[in-house]
C-alpha cells in the first residue's frame, strides 16, 4: 500500500464506523407505510352474460408518468412544483401499487373468465395496459387549504395475441381532501382511485366485442 493510500484508510474506516452509528442509532422518524384497497364496481346487467365473462384478461406492468415511478406520496405546489410527503410512502411504488389495484379491481367485477397480472404463466385473450398520468395530492392553490387529490389513469385494451388495439381511454377520479391530515389525503387517495378503477373496469368491458374481432381493422401495437 503506497503512502496516499495508508493515510485514506483510517478515514475510510472511521467514515464506515460513522455510518453504522448512525444506521444503528437513528433519530430520523420511522416512515409511516399507507395502502389502497381495489374498487368495488358492481356488474351492470347480469341477467344477460356479458361478451367479457367468456374472455380473460392480463393487467401489463403499468408504466408512471414523470415524477411518479416512487412509492413516495407526491404533492403538487404553486408554480409547478412536485414534493412528497414527509416520513410516509405508499406500501409498493406507484405503477405497482395501481396494477395491484386494477387487477383486483376487474376480478371483482365478475365480468371477466380470469384476470391475471403481468408475472402470470398463463395466457390471456386480452391485454390492458395502464400509464399513470395523475397520482397527486394537489396543493396548487396554497398550503392553506386541504389538497385535492388526482388519479388519471391512460388505458389501452388489446388482443394479447397480435396486440391489436381494441380501445384507448382515460379513467379519472379526483377527491378532495377533509383536513390538511395525511389521514384524510390517504382517504381522499382511496375515493379518487376508487372512481379511476371503476371508470377504467368499464371502459374496458365496454371495448370487449359481442362477436369476434376483425384483425385487420385493428391498429397493431407491435413496432413498425
Known amino acids: 500500500m503506497n503512502?496516499?493510500?495508508?493515510?485514506?484508510?483510517?478515514?475510510?474506516?472511521?467514515?464506515?464506523?460513522?455510518?453504522?452509528s448512525s444506521l444503528l442509532h437513528s433519530n430520523a422518524p420511522a416512515v409511516q407505510l399507507y395502502t389502497l384497497r381495489g374498487a368495488v364496481v358492481s356488474a351492470e346487467g347480469a341477467a344477460d352474460p356479458h361478451p367479457a365473462m367468456a374472455a380473460s384478461l392480463r393487467v401489463g406492468h403499468p408504466l408512471a408518468g414523470p415524477g411518479l415511478g416512487t412509492a413516495q406520496i407526491v404533492l403538487l405546489q404553486p408554480d409547478h412544483r412536485m414534493n412528497v410527503y414527509a416520513a410516509s410512502a405508499w406500501s409498493a411504488d406507484v405503477p405497482a401499487l395501481v396494477g395491484s389495484l386494477a387487477a383486483q379491481t376487474l376480478r371483482a367485477s365478475g365480468e371477466w373468465r380470469s384476470v391475471e397480472d403481468a408475472e402470470s404463466p398463463f395466457p390471456s385473450a386480452y391485454l390492458l395496459q395502464i400509464s399513470v398520468r395523475r397520482f397527486d395530492a394537489d396543493y396548487s392553490a396554497g398550503t392553506e387549504v386541504p389538497p385535492t387529490i388526482h388519479v388519471t389513469l391512460d388505458c389501452t385494451l388489446g388482443m394479447e395475441d397480435g396486440r391489436t388495439i381494441l380501445a384507448s381511454f382515460a379513467a379519472d377520479g379526483s377527491a378532495a381532501a377533509g383536513a390538511?391530515?395525511?389521514?384524510?389525503?390517504?382517504?381522499?387517495?382511496?375515493?379518487?382511485?376508487?372512481?379511476?378503477?371503476?371508470?377504467?373496469?368499464?371502459?374496458?368491458?365496454?371495448?370487449?366485442?359481442?362477436?369476434?374481432?376483425?384483425?385487420?381493422?385493428?391498429r397493431s401495437l407491435r413496432p413498425r
Do not use: Y
Open 180 to 218: 390538511n391530515r395525511l389521514s384524510e389525503v390517504v382517504a381522499a387517495f382511496q375515493r379518487a382511485t376508487d372512481q379511476a378503477l371503476a371508470s377504467m373496469s368499464r371502459q374496458a368491458i365496454a371495448a370487449v366485442p359481442a362477436r369476434g374481432v376483425q384483425r385487420a381493422k385493428g
Open 3 to 20: 503512502a496516499h493510500l495508508r493515510r485514506l484508510a483510517p478515514i475510510l474506516v472511521a467514515f464506515g464506523a460513522a455510518g453504522c
